[in-house]
């Protein structure tokens, strides 16, 4: 077995001086930092993370900020402490173009460690399995600053940002989170309401509409839309079924807002309504829409749903 190296010196040490002579043993040196010594700890960052610019330098896409004109960027990051120095940072991010998606959301959760570096911290992500990002941290009150280290051994991260500025707000209200069916929908004046037979063909085609829109805890959401068609004024008699998924993000505040950016195959939206919550309905009234000018006409200016049972 192989002596360690601190034991095998404190061996020839006593053998050098001719064995126990009876003098007291040296203290043992106080191995704890000094009390004004920088710790690292997750709980400074503990909170809701609004991306507002990623520099990516000489690669592309450049510059993307969240205020970006013609390109721009929808993220935030949710870090929750685990221990002293571990916490999870939840992050969701979407691209626009001209204020319309341009490409899928990306969510997913990474794991995080906090050192301290001589007087500042240093971000140690797992973004993936296989690969982790190494940045450090500039903490100045609100405003978050994450500089990519290139040069730490551990650094795998295939190609981050150079710079990510954050700033920290208050969590995002969750009025609008949960399950929901429709109750009615307005579309260019005429409202529609859900489960209704109704003539969508003089003489030959009735239709019965529902749409469910699930709404996670982080504000990602999925609506399904579908359409029954009957040939018979009752809608007894079913001929066939059309519907229609859409995938998105919002960002809900003060339970009076929302903003909703979604996609469906090719095509990209975005709306906002403001929220009126009655007992286990909600009212969301359209106050803006792209793309212009067809959304005004297609988009729905009013939408009520129901909690769903």
Same mark, same amino acid.
């Given at each position: 077995?192989?002596?360690?190296?601190?034991?095998?010196?404190?061996?020839?040490?006593?053998?050098?001086?001719? @064995? =126990?002579?009876?003098?007291?043993?040296?203290?043992?040196?106080?191995?704890?930092?000094?009390? +004004?010594?920088?710790?690292?700890?997750?709980?400074?960052?503990?909170?809701?993370?609004?991306?507002?610019?990623? =520099?990516?330098?000489?690669?592309?896409?450049?510059?993307?900020?969240?205020?970006?004109?013609?390109?721009?960027?929808?993220?935030?990051?949710?870090?929750?402490?685990?221990?002293?120095?571990? @916490?999870?940072?939840?992050?969701?991010?979407?691209?626009?173009? &001209?204020?319309?998606?341009?490409?899928?959301?990306?969510?997913?959760?990474?794991?995080?460690?906090?050192?301290?570096?001589?007087?500042?911290?240093?971000?140690?992500?797992?973004?993936?399995?296989?690969?982790?990002?190494?940045? +450090?941290?500039?903490?100045?009150?609100?405003?978050?600053?994450?500089?990519?280290?290139?040069?730490?051994?551990?650094?795998?991260?295939?190609?981050?940002?150079?710079?990510?500025?954050?700033?920290?707000?208050?969590?995002?209200?969750?009025?609008?989170?949960?399950?929901?069916?429709?109750?009615?929908?307005?579309? =260019?004046?005429?409202?529609?309401?859900?489960?209704?037979?109704?003539?969508?063909?003089?003489?030959?085609?009735?239709?019965?509409?529902?749409?469910?829109?699930?709404? =996670?805890?982080?504000?990602? #959401?999925?609506?399904?839309?579908?359409?029954?068609?009957?040939?018979?004024?009752?809608?007894?008699?079913?001929?066939?079924? &059309?519907?229609?998924? &859409?995938?998105? #993000?919002?960002?809900?505040?003060?339970?009076?807002?929302?903003?909703?950016?979604?996609?469906? @195959?090719?095509?990209?939206?975005?709306?906002?309504?403001?929220?009126?919550?009655? @007992?286990?309905?909600?009212?969301?009234?359209?106050?803006?829409?792209?793309?212009?000018?067809?959304?005004?006409?297609?988009?729905?200016?009013?939408?009520?749903?129901?909690?769903?049972?």
């Amino acid at each position: 077995m192989r002596t360690p190296r601190l034991l095998l010196a404190a061996l020839l040490a006593a053998a050098a001086c001719g @064995g =126990d002579d009876g003098a007291p043993d040296a203290p043992i040196p106080d191995a704890s930092p000094p009390p +004004d010594a920088h710790v690292a700890r997750a709980a400074d960052y503990a909170g809701l993370w609004l991306i507002t610019e990623m =520099d990516f330098g000489d690669e592309e896409p450049g510059v993307i900020r969240r205020d970006g004109v013609p390109l721009s960027l929808r993220a935030d990051a949710l870090v929750t402490p685990t221990g002293d120095a571990t @916490g999870t940072m939840h992050v969701r991010q979407l691209a626009l173009l &001209q204020g319309l998606p341009a490409g899928e959301v990306f969510a997913g959760e990474q794991q995080l460690t906090v050192e301290a570096v001589g007087t500042a911290d240093r971000w140690v992500l797992q973004t993936a399995p296989d690969e982790v990002a190494v940045f +450090d941290a500039a903490l100045a009150g609100d405003r978050l600053v994450l500089t990519h280290d290139a040069d730490d051994p551990r650094d795998t991260a295939d190609n981050p940002p150079d710079t990510v500025t954050c700033d920290r707000v208050p969590p995002w209200s969750t009025t609008t989170v949960g399950d929901w069916e429709l109750v009615t929908i307005t579309v =260019d004046g005429d409202t529609i309401p859900a489960e209704t037979c109704l003539e969508v063909e003089a003489g030959t085609t009735w239709a019965m509409m529902s749409m469910a829109i699930s709404i =996670d805890d982080r504000q990602l #959401f999925e609506r399904v839309m579908t359409t029954r068609l009957f040939s018979d004024d009752t809608c007894a008699t079913q001929t066939g079924t &059309q519907a229609s998924t &859409q995938t998105g #993000f919002g960002e809900e505040e003060n339970g009076a807002t929302l903003r909703m950016w979604a996609t469906e @195959g090719a095509a990209a939206e975005f709306q906002a309504f403001s929220l009126a919550l009655d @007992g286990d309905e909600l009212t969301l009234t359209r106050t803006a829409c792209l793309p212009l000018p067809e959304c005004v006409t297609s988009a729905p200016t009013e939408v009520v749903v129901r909690r769903a049972p």
